[in-house]
Protein backbone atom coordinates (compact mmCIF):
# COMPACT_ATOMS: atom_id res chain seq x y z
CA UNK A 1 0.00 0.00 0.00
CA UNK A 2 1.20 3.36 -0.92
CA UNK A 3 0.38 6.52 0.63
CA UNK A 4 -1.39 9.16 -2.16
CA UNK A 5 0.10 12.18 0.26
CA UNK A 6 3.61 10.72 -0.66
CA UNK A 7 6.28 9.70 -3.44
CA UNK A 8 5.55 13.61 -5.10
CA UNK A 9 2.16 13.27 -4.94
CA UNK A 10 1.87 15.29 -1.45
CA UNK A 11 1.71 18.90 -3.06
CA UNK A 12 -1.14 18.09 -4.93
CA UNK A 13 -3.06 16.14 -2.67
CA UNK A 14 -3.15 18.72 0.13
CA UNK A 15 -4.71 21.19 -2.45
CA UNK A 16 -7.87 18.49 -2.78
CA UNK A 17 -8.44 17.67 0.83
CA UNK A 18 -11.71 18.87 2.04
CA UNK A 19 -12.99 19.18 5.86
CA UNK A 20 -15.08 16.84 6.64
CA UNK A 21 -14.74 14.69 3.68
CA UNK A 22 -16.31 10.93 4.05
CA UNK A 23 -14.23 8.26 3.08
CA UNK A 24 -13.89 6.52 -0.81
CA UNK A 25 -13.09 3.13 -1.61
CA UNK A 26 -13.45 1.68 -5.26
CA UNK A 27 -11.87 -1.54 -6.09
CA UNK A 28 -10.45 -2.27 -9.42
CA UNK A 29 -9.85 -5.57 -11.78
CA UNK A 30 -7.08 -5.76 -14.71
CA UNK A 31 -9.11 -7.20 -17.63
CA UNK A 32 -6.36 -6.46 -20.29
CA UNK A 33 -2.34 -7.26 -20.40
CA UNK A 34 -0.19 -5.98 -22.90
CA UNK A 35 3.22 -6.11 -21.50
CA UNK A 36 2.55 -4.58 -17.99
CA UNK A 37 5.89 -5.42 -16.32
CA UNK A 38 4.12 -5.80 -13.03
CA UNK A 39 -0.11 -6.84 -13.56
CA UNK A 40 -2.05 -9.40 -15.25
CA UNK A 41 -5.70 -9.75 -16.03
CA UNK A 42 -7.49 -10.85 -13.06
CA UNK A 43 -5.86 -8.67 -10.55
CA UNK A 44 -7.48 -6.50 -8.48
CA UNK A 45 -6.35 -3.56 -6.85
CA UNK A 46 -7.83 -0.52 -4.43
CA UNK A 47 -7.99 2.94 -4.38
CA UNK A 48 -9.17 5.28 -1.34
CA UNK A 49 -9.08 8.65 -0.73
CA UNK A 50 -5.68 8.01 1.12
CA UNK A 51 -4.17 5.55 -0.26
CA UNK A 52 -3.70 2.69 -3.35
CA UNK A 53 -2.87 -0.47 -2.60
CA UNK A 54 -1.98 -3.16 -5.40
CA UNK A 55 -2.67 -6.39 -6.11
CA UNK A 56 -1.27 -9.08 -3.32
CA UNK A 57 2.71 -9.78 -3.61
CA UNK A 58 2.80 -7.19 -6.12
CA UNK A 59 4.76 -4.17 -6.04
CA UNK A 60 3.84 -0.45 -5.96
CA UNK A 61 4.07 1.13 -9.73
CA UNK A 62 4.62 4.77 -9.25
CA UNK A 63 2.87 5.47 -13.10
CA UNK A 64 -0.13 3.75 -12.18
CA UNK A 65 -0.23 5.41 -8.61
CA UNK A 66 -0.16 8.88 -10.23
CA UNK A 67 -2.89 7.92 -13.07
CA UNK A 68 -5.23 6.35 -10.10
CA UNK A 69 -4.49 9.96 -8.01
CA UNK A 70 -6.05 12.01 -11.21
CA UNK A 71 -8.95 9.21 -11.64
CA UNK A 72 -9.66 9.89 -8.05
CA UNK A 73 -10.12 13.43 -9.01
CA UNK A 74 -12.45 12.43 -11.61
CA UNK A 75 -14.43 9.57 -9.50
CA UNK A 76 -15.16 11.90 -6.50
CA UNK A 77 -16.77 14.47 -8.87
CA UNK A 78 -18.98 11.90 -9.80
CA UNK A 79 -22.58 12.08 -7.54
CA UNK A 80 -23.23 8.68 -5.71
CA UNK A 81 -26.13 7.65 -8.76
CA UNK A 82 -23.49 8.25 -11.22
CA UNK A 83 -21.39 5.78 -9.64
CA UNK A 84 -23.93 3.00 -9.61
CA UNK A 85 -25.40 3.35 -12.28
CA UNK A 86 -24.45 -0.70 -13.43
CA UNK A 87 -22.68 0.44 -16.00
CA UNK A 88 -19.23 -0.80 -16.71
CA UNK A 89 -16.61 1.63 -16.13
CA UNK A 90 -13.01 1.15 -17.97
CA UNK A 91 -9.68 2.75 -17.65
CA UNK A 92 -6.05 2.39 -18.71
CA UNK A 93 -2.65 3.11 -17.97
CA UNK A 94 -0.17 3.64 -20.36
CA UNK A 95 3.52 5.06 -20.56
CA UNK A 96 6.28 2.60 -19.73
CA UNK A 97 6.84 -0.86 -21.66
CA UNK A 98 3.43 -2.46 -21.57
CA UNK A 99 -0.29 -1.24 -20.83
CA UNK A 100 -2.97 -2.45 -18.87
CA UNK A 101 -6.25 -1.70 -19.09
CA UNK A 102 -8.97 -1.93 -16.02
CA UNK A 103 -12.73 -2.02 -14.64
CA UNK A 104 -14.39 -0.27 -11.80
CA UNK A 105 -16.09 -3.51 -10.15
CA UNK A 106 -19.54 -2.69 -9.72
CA UNK A 107 -20.66 -2.51 -6.58
CA UNK A 108 -17.27 -1.61 -5.19
CA UNK A 109 -17.40 2.09 -5.76
CA UNK A 110 -18.38 3.84 -2.41
CA UNK A 111 -17.73 7.97 -2.62
CA UNK A 112 -19.95 8.38 0.33
CA UNK A 113 -19.68 4.71 2.73
CA UNK A 114 -19.31 6.47 5.77
CA UNK A 115 -16.09 6.67 8.04
CA UNK A 116 -18.17 3.17 9.71
CA UNK A 117 -17.28 1.36 7.05
CA UNK A 118 -14.14 -1.29 7.58
CA UNK A 119 -11.95 -1.56 4.23
CA UNK A 120 -11.33 -5.48 2.68
CA UNK A 121 -8.06 -6.88 3.34
CA UNK A 122 -5.76 -7.25 0.13
CA UNK A 123 -7.44 -11.19 -0.60
CA UNK A 124 -10.80 -10.09 0.54
CA UNK A 125 -10.48 -7.51 -2.10
CA UNK A 126 -9.18 -9.92 -4.69
CA UNK A 127 -12.28 -12.61 -4.04
CA UNK A 128 -15.10 -9.59 -4.77
CA UNK A 129 -13.20 -9.08 -7.74
CA UNK A 130 -14.01 -12.47 -8.74
CA UNK A 131 -17.30 -13.19 -7.70
CA UNK A 132 -18.79 -9.75 -8.10
CA UNK A 133 -20.54 -10.57 -11.34
CA UNK A 134 -22.10 -14.17 -10.36
CA UNK A 135 -25.78 -13.93 -10.79
CA UNK A 136 -26.25 -14.58 -7.25
CA UNK A 137 -23.93 -11.69 -5.84
CA UNK A 138 -25.26 -8.70 -8.24
CA UNK A 139 -28.54 -9.40 -6.35
CA UNK A 140 -26.65 -8.57 -3.02
CA UNK A 141 -26.57 -5.19 -2.21
CA UNK A 142 -22.81 -4.14 -2.10
CA UNK A 143 -22.68 -2.59 1.20
CA UNK A 144 -24.17 -6.13 2.70
CA UNK A 145 -21.86 -8.08 0.11
CA UNK A 146 -19.08 -6.45 1.40
CA UNK A 147 -19.87 -6.82 5.28
CA UNK A 148 -20.09 -11.07 4.53
CA UNK A 149 -17.11 -10.89 2.78
CA UNK A 150 -15.00 -12.52 5.67
CA UNK A 151 -17.68 -15.70 5.84
CA UNK A 152 -16.92 -16.83 2.27
CA UNK A 153 -14.27 -18.97 1.56
CA UNK A 154 -12.81 -20.10 -1.43
CA UNK A 155 -11.98 -23.95 -1.74
CA UNK A 156 -10.14 -26.56 -4.54
CA UNK A 157 -12.37 -30.17 -5.70
CA UNK A 158 -10.02 -32.10 -7.43
CA UNK A 159 -11.94 -33.99 -10.37
CA UNK A 160 -13.70 -36.80 -9.33
CA UNK A 161 -14.15 -35.33 -5.91
CA UNK A 162 -18.12 -35.43 -4.54
CA UNK A 163 -18.88 -32.26 -3.10
CA UNK A 164 -22.27 -33.39 -1.86
CA UNK A 165 -23.60 -37.29 -1.77
CA UNK A 166 -27.73 -37.83 -2.00
CA UNK A 167 -29.49 -38.48 1.39
CA UNK A 168 -26.54 -36.90 3.67
CA UNK A 169 -27.11 -33.18 5.80
CA UNK A 170 -25.52 -30.85 3.45
CA UNK A 171 -25.99 -26.98 5.09
CA UNK A 172 -23.41 -24.64 3.28
CA UNK A 173 -24.24 -23.27 -0.14
CA UNK A 174 -21.61 -23.28 -3.16
CA UNK A 175 -20.81 -21.13 -5.88
CA UNK A 176 -18.72 -22.06 -9.21
CA UNK A 177 -15.59 -19.87 -9.74
CA UNK A 178 -14.20 -22.12 -12.16
CA UNK A 179 -14.64 -25.67 -13.41
CA UNK A 180 -17.42 -27.85 -13.99
CA UNK A 181 -19.61 -29.87 -11.23
CA UNK A 182 -22.04 -32.94 -12.64
CA UNK A 183 -25.17 -33.18 -10.61
CA UNK A 184 -26.57 -37.08 -10.80
CA UNK A 185 -29.38 -38.93 -9.18
CA UNK A 186 -28.18 -42.39 -8.97
CA UNK A 187 -27.75 -43.25 -12.84
CA UNK A 188 -29.91 -39.92 -13.82
CA UNK A 189 -28.22 -36.96 -14.87
CA UNK A 190 -29.61 -33.81 -14.18
CA UNK A 191 -27.49 -31.25 -15.06
CA UNK A 192 -23.61 -30.13 -15.38
CA UNK A 193 -23.10 -26.76 -13.40
CA UNK A 194 -20.70 -23.78 -14.45
CA UNK A 195 -18.66 -20.74 -13.38
CA UNK A 196 -21.36 -19.00 -11.84
CA UNK A 197 -23.75 -21.12 -10.90
CA UNK A 198 -24.99 -22.28 -7.49
CA UNK A 199 -25.26 -25.29 -5.71
CA UNK A 200 -26.46 -26.80 -2.31
CA UNK A 201 -29.57 -24.81 -2.54
CA UNK A 202 -32.32 -27.51 -2.70
CA UNK A 203 -30.65 -28.75 0.75
CA UNK A 204 -30.55 -25.22 2.10
CA UNK A 205 -33.79 -24.12 1.12
CA UNK A 206 -35.60 -27.71 1.47
CA UNK A 207 -34.32 -29.61 4.05
CA UNK A 208 -30.82 -29.41 4.90
CA UNK A 209 -30.05 -33.04 3.35
CA UNK A 210 -28.64 -33.00 -0.32
CA UNK A 211 -31.48 -34.08 -3.13
CA UNK A 212 -28.63 -35.40 -5.47
CA UNK A 213 -25.05 -36.29 -5.64
CA UNK A 214 -22.67 -33.54 -6.88
CA UNK A 215 -19.29 -34.25 -8.49
CA UNK A 216 -16.22 -32.37 -10.21
CA UNK A 217 -16.00 -33.24 -13.75
CA UNK A 218 -12.73 -31.44 -13.16
CA UNK A 219 -10.30 -29.28 -11.03
CA UNK A 220 -13.23 -26.73 -9.62
CA UNK A 221 -12.94 -23.70 -7.34
CA UNK A 222 -15.50 -22.80 -5.53
CA UNK A 223 -17.11 -20.11 -3.01
CA UNK A 224 -18.31 -21.86 0.34
CA UNK A 225 -20.78 -19.69 2.12
CA UNK A 226 -22.37 -21.28 5.52
CA UNK A 227 -25.61 -21.91 5.47
CA UNK A 228 -26.45 -19.62 8.91
CA UNK A 229 -24.44 -16.94 7.38
CA UNK A 230 -26.39 -16.86 3.93
CA UNK A 231 -29.38 -16.80 6.28
CA UNK A 232 -28.16 -13.19 6.85
CA UNK A 233 -27.93 -11.97 3.60
CA UNK A 234 -31.41 -13.58 2.82
CA UNK A 235 -33.11 -11.53 5.87
CA UNK A 236 -31.62 -8.50 4.65
CA UNK A 237 -31.91 -8.57 0.98
CA UNK A 238 -35.86 -9.08 -0.61
CA UNK A 239 -34.07 -9.21 -3.89
CA UNK A 240 -31.75 -12.47 -2.93
CA UNK A 241 -35.21 -13.86 -1.70
CA UNK A 242 -36.79 -13.73 -4.69
CA UNK A 243 -33.60 -14.87 -6.82
CA UNK A 244 -32.84 -17.90 -4.79
CA UNK A 245 -36.95 -18.74 -5.09
CA UNK A 246 -36.65 -18.53 -8.70
CA UNK A 247 -33.72 -20.49 -8.85
CA UNK A 248 -35.19 -23.49 -6.53
CA UNK A 249 -38.36 -23.44 -9.32
CA UNK A 250 -36.04 -23.66 -12.15
CA UNK A 251 -33.85 -26.74 -10.69
CA UNK A 252 -36.98 -28.84 -9.36
CA UNK A 253 -38.50 -28.07 -12.80
CA UNK A 254 -35.06 -29.24 -14.14
CA UNK A 255 -35.35 -31.86 -12.28
CA UNK A 256 -38.06 -33.06 -12.70
CA UNK A 257 -37.93 -33.27 -16.48
CA UNK A 258 -34.77 -35.45 -16.25
CA UNK A 259 -36.00 -37.79 -14.41
CA UNK A 260 -39.23 -38.03 -16.52
CA UNK A 261 -36.78 -38.64 -19.70
CA UNK A 262 -34.99 -40.90 -17.78
CA UNK A 263 -38.05 -42.72 -17.05
CA UNK A 264 -40.04 -42.60 -20.56
CA UNK A 265 -36.91 -43.64 -22.57
CA UNK A 266 -34.78 -46.30 -20.48
CA UNK A 267 -34.96 -48.88 -17.86
CA UNK A 268 -33.06 -48.72 -14.87
CA UNK A 269 -32.46 -50.55 -11.82
CA UNK A 270 -30.07 -52.82 -9.07
CA UNK A 271 -28.35 -56.06 -10.48
CA UNK A 272 -28.85 -57.24 -7.21
CA UNK A 273 -32.35 -57.89 -8.59
CA UNK A 274 -31.59 -58.57 -11.70
CA UNK A 275 -27.94 -60.25 -12.97
CA UNK A 276 -26.70 -59.14 -15.85
CA UNK A 277 -27.24 -62.39 -18.10
CA UNK A 278 -30.48 -61.85 -17.19
CA UNK A 279 -30.69 -57.99 -18.47
CA UNK A 280 -28.48 -58.78 -21.45
CA UNK A 281 -31.21 -61.83 -22.64
CA UNK A 282 -34.01 -59.29 -22.11
CA UNK A 283 -32.29 -56.58 -24.06
CA UNK A 284 -31.95 -59.45 -27.08
CA UNK A 285 -35.01 -60.95 -26.62
CA UNK A 286 -36.91 -57.66 -26.95
CA UNK A 287 -34.46 -56.33 -29.64
CA UNK A 288 -33.50 -53.38 -28.02
CA UNK A 289 -31.70 -50.44 -29.42
CA UNK A 290 -29.75 -48.30 -27.64
CA UNK A 291 -26.75 -48.17 -24.41
CA UNK A 292 -27.00 -50.36 -21.32
CA UNK A 293 -24.71 -47.76 -18.64
CA UNK A 294 -23.73 -49.81 -16.07
CA UNK A 295 -21.99 -48.65 -12.28
CA UNK A 296 -20.11 -51.31 -10.88
CA UNK A 297 -17.92 -50.75 -7.47
CA UNK A 298 -16.83 -47.35 -8.58
CA UNK A 299 -15.97 -48.22 -12.06
CA UNK A 300 -18.39 -47.88 -15.32
CA UNK A 301 -19.37 -50.02 -17.97
CA UNK A 302 -21.29 -49.56 -21.04
CA UNK A 303 -22.75 -52.39 -23.70
CA UNK A 304 -24.06 -51.22 -27.24
CA UNK A 305 -27.11 -53.31 -28.50
CA UNK A 306 -28.50 -53.17 -31.83
CA UNK A 307 -31.84 -54.69 -32.51
CA UNK A 308 -30.82 -57.51 -29.60
CA UNK A 309 -26.96 -57.99 -30.88
CA UNK A 310 -24.30 -56.39 -29.04
CA UNK A 311 -22.29 -54.30 -31.10
CA UNK A 312 -19.63 -53.39 -28.82
CA UNK A 313 -18.66 -52.92 -24.94
CA UNK A 314 -16.23 -51.08 -22.62
CA UNK A 315 -15.45 -52.11 -19.04
CA UNK A 316 -12.63 -50.39 -17.71
CA UNK A 317 -9.59 -51.00 -19.99
CA UNK A 318 -11.16 -54.67 -21.08
CA UNK A 319 -12.84 -54.42 -24.41
CA UNK A 320 -15.76 -55.86 -26.33
CA UNK A 321 -16.84 -60.22 -25.28
CA UNK A 322 -13.50 -59.37 -22.49
CA UNK A 323 -15.84 -57.05 -21.30
CA UNK A 324 -18.51 -58.80 -21.30
CA UNK A 325 -17.01 -61.53 -19.49
CA UNK A 326 -15.96 -59.50 -16.66
CA UNK A 327 -19.55 -57.52 -16.66
CA UNK A 328 -21.41 -60.60 -16.27
CA UNK A 329 -19.48 -61.51 -13.09
CA UNK A 330 -20.44 -58.94 -11.35
CA UNK A 331 -23.39 -58.95 -8.65
CA UNK A 332 -23.49 -55.37 -7.32
CA UNK A 333 -24.08 -52.09 -8.89
CA UNK A 334 -26.82 -50.18 -11.10
CA UNK A 335 -27.76 -49.87 -14.55
CA UNK A 336 -29.79 -47.97 -17.06
CA UNK A 337 -30.76 -48.51 -20.86
CA UNK A 338 -30.85 -45.68 -22.74
CA UNK A 339 -32.87 -46.24 -26.13
CA UNK A 340 -30.91 -45.52 -29.83
CA UNK A 341 -27.51 -44.92 -31.07
CA UNK A 342 -25.59 -42.90 -33.16
CA UNK A 343 -25.31 -43.34 -37.24
CA UNK A 344 -22.22 -44.73 -36.76
CA UNK A 345 -22.46 -47.09 -34.32
CA UNK A 346 -25.99 -48.48 -36.50
CA UNK A 347 -23.57 -49.43 -39.20
CA UNK A 348 -21.09 -51.52 -36.38
CA UNK A 349 -20.48 -55.02 -37.03
CA UNK A 350 -21.40 -57.76 -33.81
CA UNK A 351 -18.71 -58.54 -31.80
CA UNK A 352 -19.91 -62.07 -31.76
CA UNK A 353 -22.97 -64.46 -31.66
CA UNK A 354 -25.09 -62.85 -28.82
CA UNK A 355 -25.74 -66.93 -27.33
CA UNK A 356 -22.04 -67.75 -28.14
CA UNK A 357 -20.77 -65.01 -26.34
CA UNK A 358 -23.40 -65.22 -22.97
CA UNK A 359 -22.30 -69.01 -23.04
CA UNK A 360 -19.09 -68.30 -22.88
CA UNK A 361 -19.00 -65.67 -20.33
CA UNK A 362 -21.62 -67.89 -17.86
CA UNK A 363 -19.17 -70.77 -18.22
CA UNK A 364 -15.73 -68.86 -17.31
CA UNK A 365 -17.87 -67.07 -14.19
CA UNK A 366 -18.70 -70.82 -13.33
CA UNK A 367 -15.47 -71.67 -13.68
CA UNK A 368 -14.07 -68.59 -11.55
CA UNK A 369 -16.32 -69.89 -8.60
CA UNK A 370 -15.99 -73.47 -8.53
CA UNK A 371 -19.03 -74.56 -10.10
CA UNK A 372 -18.86 -77.73 -12.10
Known amino acids: MVSLCSRGLKAQWRGFIVIGMKSFIAQFEVIEDNNC ?18 PEKKEVCLILVREMTELLFVLLGESPDGLADGEEKRYSCSGCTGLIK ?28 RIVDCPLFKTVPPALLREMMEFFR ?56 AGATVSALEETILITIGGEHFNRIIEQSPSVQLFMAQLLAERL ?82 YIFRTGLSPHQMKAAEIGDFMALLMEGVKRVDEDRGVH
Request: net charge negative; hydrophobic share 40%; with cysteine.
Open 154 to 209: EERLKKGRILMRKGEPNLDLFVILSGQLSVDDGPVHISTLGPGEICGEMSYLVGNV
Open 253 to 334: ARANTARSQSFDSCMQGRLREMAPAELFQILHMHQKTGVLTLYLSGREAEVAFREGCIINAHYGELENQYAIYAILAEREGV
Open 102 to 129: FRLIPGSDAAAVGDEELPLDTEQQALLG
Open 37 to 54: PLYEVGECFRLTERSFTP
